[in-house]
């Protein structure tokens, strides 16, 4: 607590947090004394964190200590002024008697700030602070990153509206490789280029993902390699290459079979030798080339042709080979040595391409994604770091920043990279009298694959003005504290991290933790338990043992659970000694394959296990089964309903689906197909998530049946949940399908509302992985996997990744590296700093434990990267064997009787752990209240789907070409047919096709556009928004375009009232698919019906079929599009109905007819009445209804003439109308929300 009082709240301030020592606490109490002490508001101090649950869980804390502290000043201001600070003090012995450190921190703080401010203003400020804690200035990097931007738009020189913001930018550089790609496949001067790309990558997408990894830092190649290929050497070598290929052909067609049968028969009679040319070695390398050869192309194992040249024939000679070697021997020969020689070339080449590459990409990538309003969460700190060292505005930029945010608190700075802590500094340096105070822990920094810089943070400890720890443990008991000492220690303790500016730091226990809290067998529980292998006949590989520990360890943990059932394994839980139970038990893993095993081997065992891992449920086998279900229900296509079928979640097998196609058995498939069509109507009447629920209705019982099923229903459980949300955002089913698959191809682990949730918060044993741990305790920690070391990196392309003078360089290998000095010294670097985040993992791992933890070692694999426990009790090499490893253990264990045991790895037993006794579940709690069932969240399509009755001869009908045809016919001047109209398509697909065009088509784009085809920018969407619909067969694509552009060029050139027309308007004058809410409040529908028909809507309807009862809740729908004209404010909504084959059937008393038909006109009322309502609320007196909104336009394309004489229905319903409407419908208060 010290520190949280005594550090000075100016300058730059480093506080080392080691594991468990109250960091959230200290970061919690210097915020209050900011506020109190340095007179603060709530948005003038900046805190940020590395996680949106760490804010919100910060913010929680927060709110929870200011709160206190404002009771506390509270009660003192009423024991009066002059004996508030005497009142306090007391208040802070008594906290101190009962060990409330919290009471005593707060009461200490007030008191302070009582020198400068007398108790009346302390206590409201604190109070109001307390109670506005959601202003306060609480982000994630990105999220401070994105608000800076917007708010202070003008001193960073961003745009105003930044645009959306996405996960990730691997489509748009999918995009960008596909370009590369086609461009080197299309330029016959870069054919050799495209040689290479095809060799080393073999498509756009796996380029795409070989660049990934190489855009955020400087990329070095090596300095030969530029040189070593000019700009003619390469082509040059691949003639070359060609030229000896066509000799080698040349000489097989007639010395090849001999040349065969010749080496056959030498190998045979012994005259080659045996030691190269065995028989069976003979036989297998002329069945590999032969067969190729004879149809003019190399064998795929190069190397088994050059056992046929002269050299290596000459080599292996015993004796004369009579008519070898041969014109065909010396081809084999010529060919290796040109096919060496390009291939040395490309290898060259290879990283000044991949450069190249890079280069481009990130060029395209910025460029595309200003052009397309769209940003990543790295472009919000890339953008702002740029602004804020940017010669001309950063210094302005920084001092805006420092004014507004004087006190500074980055947590989890060890997390942090060079940019962010560039943000930072410059803020801070912009004005004298700001405190940066920087928390965090550099032997926890383990986020190095996200971007996490440790030389930042090594850095920023260089130029602090002060450096401090927290050095007292509130987590681990004293032993379990004496045994990380231990495990850090036992080898060169100043090099326990590998560099020698991180140092292990022994801190003393002081939280509640007491070292018999867990007892087995009858005695306090050893806190660090190492297992070595068994005494085995041979040494196990790297796999073998993999599975041996996992079996091991779950034979430990059922043992301890046997013994908690017998009473002796207990823990200490608020004063009381209860058994062990799985949920006190952890096993922590490096990756997610180590996870299941362990999942999997204590299910073998009887011990339920939940998982928590960092992965992103789009990543995992639901998602594409979610993906396909979806495609199969809105594709009506039998192959896709088929697949739809056979994913789990509709879960038939192989048998059951060779029955459908069974000819003597049609009902089967007719029946597969009522189920479809349910669950198709379902989807499209009530939405994703009640189809989710209709389908795990019918088969959770089965999914929880099989292996993982709790994981599997859980992660069905929740993409439905971020489905349903998606869908609110998204026109059609079409486009949620679309959205599932990029979210499936941008899975991205670091968005938390993508991780994987907790499959069960059941008495289970916990599995995590070491990185998602980060941050948590657990009673008892696994550690099973210690002694595997990790499998070298294979990644490609094979990068370098290492820092120099604190700046993170990578470098691409080529073949020129391997002998270089620079090479070689980059190299050892790079391991270096590879074995220092592993013993970092390690020390996250290790301190997660409160009590005791199990760890394995023992000499395992050979060659591989040395392990965490390598460098901390061998020095940085793995042990060669097994006496070397046992060695270590007896050093370890010598060193530290009292907290260390030694042991074999438990044998695993094939008795399953009995499950346990559950009390009976009591009786379920009957539900005797009335629940309001006329709330409901309406929309018009539920509203039109009601009762009607007919005032003509008319028969009603759904056949929107029934309307306009027979009215049309009556008009002696529109007899024409118009070809067009009658050729374009029909249905709900091609409409919602149409509709997702207009949505996201650039407007200006087709600005006068008369030509059959769409502009060049356009055609490559639209082409893949109809074939995603699947509404014309392939030889008919081109036709079904050009009437979709000739229809969108029609829609966005129309003369539109006031003079408007779409292409014109600039992009911040309208608004595509307007989303809106607004309440509705109990109003009778009778009143609803009376109203509109008193106005001359409406005359056809008699009710409401749908609406229960009463009209109460939401009414929602989506604008088509919303815009503003010379001051007035329009509606648009575009209809693809087929009204007849003419022109005629278009306009005039035809066109009102359909509109009143389709009750469009009651549509058009909703859509008013909530841009009414909203526009009110945003401009207040503002907005006046007959001055500035225009009407309601409504397109029907499929008519239109450019000039609005056809396919426009306009009306401007009466003002008195719409006020009626908003006090009928509205509760008071209550307003649109878009």
Same mark, same amino acid.
């Given at each position: 607590?010290?520190?949280?009082?005594?550090?000075?709240?100016?300058?730059?301030?480093?506080?080392?947090?080691?594991?468990?020592?109250? =960091?959230?606490?200290?970061?919690?109490?210097?915020?209050?004394?900011?506020? +109190?002490?340095?007179?603060?508001?709530?948005?003038?101090?900046?805190?940020?964190?590395?996680?949106?649950?760490?804010?919100?869980?910060?913010?929680?804390?927060?709110?929870?200590?200011?709160?206190?502290?404002?009771?506390?000043?509270?009660?003192?201001?009423?024991?009066?002024?002059?004996?508030?600070?005497?009142?306090?003090?007391?208040?802070?012995?008594?906290?101190?008697?009962?060990?409330?450190?919290?009471?005593?921190?707060?009461?200490?703080?007030?008191?302070?700030?009582?020198?400068?401010?007398?108790?009346?203003?302390?206590?409201?400020?604190?109070?109001?602070?307390?109670?506005?804690?959601?202003?306060?200035? +609480?982000?994630?990097?990105?999220?401070?990153?994105?608000?800076?931007?917007?708010?202070?738009?003008?001193?960073?020189? /961003?745009?105003?509206?930044?645009?959306?913001?996405?996960?990730?930018?691997?489509?748009?550089?999918?995009?960008?490789?596909?370009?590369?790609?086609?461009?080197?496949?299309?330029? $016959?001067?870069?054919?050799?280029?495209?040689?290479?790309?095809?060799?080393?990558?073999?498509?756009?997408?796996?380029?795409?993902?070989?660049?990934?990894?190489?855009?955020?830092?400087?990329?070095?190649?090596?300095?030969?390699? $530029?040189?070593?290929?000019?700009?003619?050497?390469?082509?040059?070598?691949?003639?070359?290459?060609?030229?000896?290929?066509?000799?080698?052909?040349?000489?097989?067609?007639?010395?090849?079979?001999?040349?065969?049968?010749?080496?056959?028969?030498?190998?045979?009679?012994?005259?080659?030798?045996?030691?190269?040319?065995?028989?069976?070695?003979?036989?297998?390398?002329?069945? @590999?080339?032969?067969?190729?050869?004879?149809?003019?192309?190399?064998?795929?194992?190069?190397?088994?042709?050059?056992?046929?040249?002269?050299?290596?024939?000459?080599?292996?000679?015993?004796?004369?080979?009579?008519?070898?070697?041969?014109?065909?021997?010396?081809?084999?020969?010529?060919?290796?040595?040109?096919?060496?020689?390009?291939?040395?070339?490309?290898?060259?080449?290879?990283?000044?391409?991949?450069?190249?590459?890079?280069?481009?990409?990130?060029?395209?990538?910025?460029?595309?994604?200003?052009? &397309?309003?769209?940003?990543?969460?790295?472009?919000?700190?890339?953008? !702002?770091?740029?602004?804020?060292?940017?010669?001309?505005?950063?210094?302005?930029?920084?001092?805006?920043?420092?004014?507004?945010?004087?006190?500074?608190?980055?947590?989890?700075?060890?997390?942090?990279?060079?940019?962010?802590?560039?943000?930072?500094?410059?803020?801070?340096?912009?004005?004298?009298?700001?405190?940066?105070?920087?928390?965090?822990?550099? =032997?926890?920094?383990?986020?190095?694959?996200?971007?996490?810089?440790?030389?930042?943070?090594?850095?920023?400890?260089?130029?602090?003005?002060?450096?401090?720890?927290?050095?007292?443990?509130?987590?681990?008991?004293?032993?379990?504290?004496?045994?990380?000492?231990?495990?850090?220690?036992?080898?060169? &303790?100043?090099?326990?991290?590998?560099?020698? *500016?991180?140092?292990?730091?022994?801190?003393?226990?002081?939280?509640?933790?007491?070292?018999?809290?867990?007892?087995?067998?009858?005695?306090?529980?050893?806190?660090?338990?190492?297992?070595?292998?068994?005494?085995?006949?041979?040494?196990?590989?790297?796999?073998?043992?993999?599975?041996?520990?996992?079996?091991?360890?779950? /034979?430990?943990?059922?043992?301890?659970?046997? =013994?908690?059932?017998?009473?002796?394994?207990?823990?200490?839980?608020?004063?009381?000694?209860?058994?062990?139970?799985?949920?006190?038990?952890?096993?922590?893993?490096?990756?997610?394959?180590?996870?299941?095993?362990?999942?999997?081997?204590?299910?073998? *065992?009887?011990?339920?296990?939940?998982?928590? *891992? #960092?992965?992103?449920?789009?990543?995992?086998?639901?998602?594409?089964?979610?993906?396909?279900?979806?495609?199969?229900?809105?594709?009506?296509?039998?192959?896709?309903?088929?697949?739809?079928?056979?994913?789990?979640?509709?879960?038939?097998?192989? #048998?059951?689906?060779?029955?459908?196609?069974?000819?003597?058995?049609?009902?089967?498939?007719?029946?597969?197909?009522?189920?479809?069509?349910?669950?198709?109507?379902?989807?499209?009447?009530?939405?994703?998530?009640?189809?989710?629920?209709?389908?795990?209705?019918?088969?959770?019982?089965?999914?929880?049946?099989?292996?993982?099923?709790?994981?599997?229903?859980?992660?069905?459980?929740?993409?439905?949940?971020?489905?349903?949300?998606?869908?609110?955002?998204?026109?059609?089913?079409?486009?949620?399908?679309?959205?599932?698959?990029?979210?499936?191809?941008?899975?991205?682990?670091?968005?938390?509302? /993508?991780?994987?949730?907790?499959?069960?918060?059941?008495?289970?044993?916990?599995?995590?992985?070491?990185?998602?741990?980060?941050?948590?305790?657990?009673?008892?920690?696994?550690?099973?996997?210690?002694?595997?070391?990790?499998?070298?990196?294979?990644?490609?392309?094979?990068?370098?990744?290492?820092?120099?003078?604190?700046?993170?360089?990578?470098?691409?290998?080529?073949?020129?590296?391997?002998?270089?000095?620079?090479?070689?010294?980059?190299?050892?670097?790079?391991?270096?700093?590879?074995?220092?985040?592993?013993?970092?993992?390690?020390?996250?791992?290790?301190?997660?434990?409160?009590?005791?933890?199990?760890?394995?070692?023992?000499?395992?694999?050979?060659?591989?990267?040395?392990?965490?426990?390598?460098?901390?009790?061998?020095?940085?090499?793995?042990? =060669?064997?097994?006496?070397?490893?046992?060695?270590?253990? &007896?050093?370890? #264990?010598?060193?530290?009787?009292?907290?260390?045991?030694?042991?074999?790895?438990?044998?695993?037993? @094939?008795?399953?752990?009995?499950?346990?006794?559950?009390?009976?579940?009591?009786?379920?709690?009957?539900?005797?209240?009335? +629940?309001?069932?006329?709330?409901? +969240?309406?929309?018009?399509?539920?509203?039109?789907?009601?009762?009607?009755?007919?005032?003509?001869?008319?028969?009603?009908?759904?056949?929107?070409?029934?309307?306009?045809?027979?009215?049309?016919?009556?008009?002696?001047?529109?007899? @024409?047919?118009?070809?067009?109209?009658?050729?374009?398509?029909?249905?709900?697909?091609?409409?919602?096709?149409?509709?997702?065009?207009?949505?996201?088509?650039?407007?200006?784009?087709?600005?006068?556009?008369?030509?059959?085809?769409? $502009?060049?920018?356009?055609?490559?969407?639209?082409?893949?928004?109809?074939?995603?619909?699947?509404?014309?067969?392939?030889?008919?694509?081109?036709?079904?375009?050009?009437?979709?552009?000739?229809?969108?060029?029609?829609?966005?050139?129309?003369?539109? $009232?006031?003079?408007?027309?779409?292409?014109? !308007?600039?992009?911040?004058?309208?608004?595509?698919?307007?989303?809106?809410?607004?309440?509705?409040?109990?109003?009778?529908?009778?009143?609803?019906?009376?109203?509109?028909?008193?106005?001359?809507?409406?005359?056809?309807?008699?009710?409401?079929?749908?609406?229960?009862?009463?009209?109460?809740?939401?009414?929602?729908?989506?604008?088509?599009?919303?815009?503003?004209?010379?001051? *007035?404010?329009?509606?648009?909504?575009?209809?693809?109905?087929?009204?007849?084959?003419?022109?005629?059937?278009?306009?005039?008393?035809?066109?009102?007819?359909?509109?009143?038909?389709?009750?469009?006109?009651?549509?058009?009322?909703?859509?008013?009445?909530?841009?009414?309502?909203?526009?009110?609320?945003?401009?207040?007196?503002?907005?006046?209804?007959?001055?500035?909104?225009?009407?309601?336009?409504?397109?029907?394309?499929?008519?239109?003439?450019?000039?609005?004489?056809?396919?426009?229905?306009?009306?401007?319903?009466?003002?008195?109308?719409?006020?009626?409407?908003?006090?009928?419908?509205?509760?008071?208060?209550?307003?649109?929300?878009?």
């Amino acid at each position: 607590m010290s520190l949280a009082l005594d550090l000075p709240l100016a300058g730059t301030q480093l506080i080392e947090a080691s594991a468990g020592t109250g =960091k959230t606490w200290t970061i919690a109490g210097l915020y209050l004394r900011a506020l +109190i002490e340095r007179r603060l508001e709530l948005r003038e101090i900046l805190v940020v964190t590395f996680t949106r649950a760490a804010t919100d869980e910060l913010k929680e804390r927060l709110r929870r200590r200011l709160a206190q502290a404002a009771d506390l000043a509270e009660v003192a201001l009423r024991a009066g002024p002059a004996a508030a600070a005497a009142h306090l003090r007391d208040v802070r012995e008594q906290a101190l008697a009962r060990a409330d450190t919290e009471t005593e921190f707060a009461a200490h703080a007030i008191v302070r700030g009582l020198a400068e401010e007398g108790i009346e203003r302390l206590a409201r400020r604190l109070r109001l602070a307390a109670v506005g804690m959601d202003e306060a200035a +609480i982000h994630t990097i990105h999220g401070y990153c994105q608000r800076v931007l917007r708010e202070q738009a003008f001193a960073s020189g /961003e745009a105003l509206d930044a645009g959306e913001l996405i996960g990730s930018d691997r489509d748009l550089l999918e995009q960008i490789a596909a370009d590369f790609w086609r461009l080197n496949a299309s330029e $016959p001067t870069r054919a050799a280029d495209f040689a290479i790309l095809v060799e080393r990558v073999g498509s756009a997408a796996q380029l795409a993902r070989s660049l990934a990894p190489l855009l955020d830092a400087d990329l070095l190649v090596h300095p030969r390699a $530029p040189l070593a290929v000019d700009a003619d050497q390469l082509p040059a070598a691949a003639r070359a290459e060609e030229a000896a290929r066509a000799r080698l052909f040349a000489a097989w067609r007639e010395f090849g079979e001999g040349t065969l049968d010749g080496v056959r028969a030498h190998t045979q009679a012994k005259r080659l030798d045996g030691r190269s040319y065995r028989n069976d070695w003979v036989a297998a390398r002329i069945e @590999t080339c032969a067969a190729p050869l004879h149809v003019g192309e190399l064998p795929e194992d190069r190397g088994a042709l050059a056992w046929f040249g002269t050299r290596k024939l000459g080599a292996a000679a015993k004796a004369a080979l009579g008519d070898l070697p041969n014109a065909f021997t010396d081809a084999v020969d010529a060919w290796s040595d040109a096919a060496a020689a390009l291939a040395a070339a490309r290898a060259l080449r290879w990283p000044v391409l991949l450069a190249e590459a890079r280069t481009h990409a990130r060029e395209q990538l910025d460029l595309r994604k200003r052009r &397309a309003a769209r940003q990543s969460y790295d472009d919000l700190i890339q953008r !702002l770091h740029a602004a804020i060292v940017d010669p001309q505005q950063g210094g302005r930029l920084a001092a805006a920043l420092h004014d507004r945010h004087p006190v500074v608190l980055v947590d989890e700075f060890q997390d942090t990279d060079a940019r962010q802590f560039e943000i930072f500094r410059r803020q801070h340096a912009a004005r004298p009298g700001g405190a940066l105070i920087l928390v965090g822990d550099p =032997k926890q920094a383990i986020y190095r694959f996200r971007g996490g810089d440790i030389e930042a943070y090594l850095r920023a400890a260089a130029d602090a003005a002060e450096r401090h720890a927290l050095m007292r443990n509130y987590r681990s008991s004293p032993a379990m504290l004496d045994a990380v000492a231990a495990a850090f220690s036992q080898g060169d &303790a100043e090099n326990a991290f590998v560099d020698a *500016r991180i140092r292990f730091q022994p801190v003393e226990a002081g939280g509640r933790a007491r070292d018999d809290d867990v007892r087995v067998d009858g005695a306090p529980i050893v806190p660090l338990t190492v297992w070595h292998l068994p005494d085995l006949d041979a040494r196990p590989n790297k796999e073998d043992a993999r599975a041996l520990l996992a079996a091991g360890c779950a /034979e430990a943990i059922v043992q301890l659970l046997r =013994k908690a059932r017998a009473g002796e394994a207990t823990v200490l839980q608020h004063g009381e000694r209860v058994p062990l139970t799985p949920r006190h038990l952890a096993v922590l893993v490096a990756e997610n394959k180590e996870a299941l095993l362990m999942q999997d081997a204590l299910a073998a *065992r009887g011990v339920a296990s939940a998982t928590i *891992r #960092q992965d992103s449920v789009f990543a995992g086998e639901e998602a594409r089964d979610v993906l396909v279900l979806l495609r199969g229900l809105e594709s009506h296509d039998e192959a896709g309903l088929r697949a739809a079928l056979a994913t789990r979640l509709l879960g038939r097998d192989a #048998q059951a689906l060779a029955a459908l196609a069974d000819p003597a058995r049609p009902e089967l498939w007719q029946r597969e197909l009522r189920t479809l069509d349910t669950l198709r109507r379902l989807w499209h009447e009530r939405g994703v998530l009640a189809l989710f629920e209709r389908v795990l209705e019918m088969r959770a019982a089965a999914i929880l049946d099989g292996r993982g099923g709790e994981r599997r229903l859980t992660n069905y459980l929740q993409l439905a949940e971020l489905l349903q949300t998606a869908s609110a955002h998204r026109f059609g089913h079409a486009d949620l399908i679309d959205w599932l698959r990029r979210r499936i191809e941008e899975a991205d682990e670091r968005n938390e509302e /993508e991780q994987l949730r907790l499959e069960s918060d059941a008495d289970r044993v916990q599995i995590a992985t070491i990185h998602v741990s980060k941050g948590l305790e657990y009673d008892l920690v696994f550690l099973p996997f210690t002694a595997l070391a990790p499998a070298r990196p294979n990644r490609y392309p094979r990068l370098l990744e290492w820092h120099a003078d604190g700046a993170r360089q990578r470098w691409l290998r080529t073949q020129a590296d391997v002998d270089d000095a620079d090479f070689a010294a980059a190299k050892a670097q790079a391991e270096r700093e590879e074995l220092a985040e592993r013993v970092r993992v390690f020390y996250v791992a290790l301190t997660r434990a409160r009590y005791a933890c199990w760890l394995s070692w023992d000499a395992i694999g050979k060659g591989d990267a040395p392990a965490a426990l390598a460098q901390l009790w061998h020095g940085g090499a793995m042990p =060669k064997d097994t006496g070397e490893a046992r060695a270590a253990l &007896a050093r370890l #264990q010598e060193g530290a009787p009292a907290v260390v045991r030694i042991d074999a790895l438990p044998a695993a037993e @094939t008795d399953r752990l009995d499950a346990p006794a559950t009390a009976p579940l009591p009786p379920a709690r009957r539900f005797a209240t009335d +629940i309001d069932t006329s709330w409901w +969240i309406a929309s018009f399509s539920q509203l039109r789907d009601g009762e009607r009755v007919e005032l003509d001869d008319r028969a009603g009908s759904d056949d929107e070409a029934s309307v306009g045809s027979k009215l049309a016919e009556s008009d002696d001047d529109a007899s @024409t047919p118009d070809a067009g109209i009658a050729d374009w398509p029909r249905g709900e697909r091609f409409g919602t096709a149409v509709h997702e065009i207009l949505e996201r088509t650039d407007f200006a784009a087709w600005r006068d556009h008369a030509d059959a085809l769409a $502009p060049a920018s356009e055609r490559e969407a639209i082409r893949a928004r109809l074939r995603r619909h699947a509404l014309a067969p392939p030889e008919r694509e081109q036709e079904l375009q050009r009437v979709v552009a000739r229809m969108i060029g029609a829609t966005l050139n129309v003369r539109l $009232p006031a003079g408007a027309v779409l292409a014109d !308007l600039p992009a911040n004058a309208r608004r595509a698919e307007l989303p809106f809410h607004f309440a509705i409040g109990g109003a009778l529908p009778e009143r609803l019906i009376a109203l509109l028909r008193e106005y001359g809507y409406q005359q056809q309807r008699a009710g409401f079929a749908r609406v229960p009862g009463k009209l109460a809740g939401l009414m929602t729908g989506v604008v088509d599009l919303v815009y503003r004209h010379d001051g *007035r404010w329009w509606i648009v909504d575009y209809k693809t109905n087929w009204l007849g084959p003419r022109r005629a059937d278009y306009q005039g008393e035809a066109l009102a007819a359909a509109v009143r038909e389709h009750d469009y006109d009651l549509q058009y009322l909703i859509y008013t009445l909530a841009l009414h309502r909203w526009l009110r609320a945003r401009l207040g007196a503002g907005f006046d209804y007959e001055r500035d909104f225009g009407g309601a336009v409504y397109l029907f394309l499929r008519g239109l003439a450019r000039d609005g004489s056809a396919g426009v229905h306009v009306d401007r319903p009466p003002r008195a109308l719409i006020d009626a409407l908003d006090v009928l419908l509205a509760p008071a208060g209550e307003h649109a929300r878009c």
